[in-house]
């Protein structure tokens, strides 16, 4: 009886052991974003721009290494960054940067065309936008900074041409990646209008 007993509960603390390791050793789910145009873009252009024939190319683009990665990056301090394996880009974040900067573009120009890099042979832009991204993370609860400096270049006339650094800042309004991503689509809005300010001024000088 006592060998039962003793068989019983040992076979009952190795079910236990199987459970809890079994338990601890599940993977957690991994799960995916994409940064989004600003839905409430609206042209706000003089009849410059919109008499214009224009083509615009938005990039190319150049990141950190620590930010062009697969996994989000969110900062935890001046000097410590959190990289995380379980809350990832669904595609290459830069060129996921670059489409909706040109969808924010587009929707804010009465452009012809606008298409982000790289192009196809047939699209010829007649304006060009190269930018330099120093910083793009930000903190829970705390805000998104997008540091770059970028040009628009006229094509067809390379005296026209427009270097500028923008900082900005947008607020995240949760301690949670959801709310991580949707403050840097906004700064990509913000990014956007600004650009499309230059844009209006050569067109200007045309």
Request: overall charge neutral; some cysteine; aromatic content about 12%.
């Amino acid at each position: 009886m006592k060998n039962r007993a003793c068989y019983g509960y040992m076979g009952r603390v190795f079910f236990l052991m199987v459970f809890f390791l079994g338990a601890c050793s599940t993977t957690p789910v991994v799960r995916y974003y994409t940064l989004n145009p600003s839905l409430e873009m609206q042209p706000d252009i003089s009849q410059a721009v919109s008499e214009n024939t224009i083509a615009i190319g938005v990039g190319p683009v150049e990141f950190p290494g620590f930010l062009d990665r697969p996994q989000i990056v969110a900062r935890i301090s001046q000097h410590r960054v959190e990289v995380s394996e379980f809350h990832r880009w669904a595609g290459s974040f830069s060129e996921d940067f670059l489409r909706v900067l040109a969808k924010n573009i587009s929707m804010l120009l009465p452009a012809d065309r606008v298409a982000a890099y790289p192009w196809t042979d047939r699209f010829s832009p007649t304006h060009r936008i190269q930018l330099i991204v120093e910083e793009f993370d930000g903190r829970f609860g705390g805000n998104v900074v997008l540091n770059v400096t970028w040009s628009v270049w006229n094509q067809k006339d390379t005296n026209q041409t427009i270097f500028k650094h923008t900082r900005i800042k947008e607020p995240v309004s949760a301690e949670d990646y959801d709310a991580l991503v949707a403050a840097q689509s906004r700064a990509i809005g913000t990014l956007s209008r600004a650009i499309v300010v230059e844009i209006e001024k050569l067109s200007h000088r045309d």
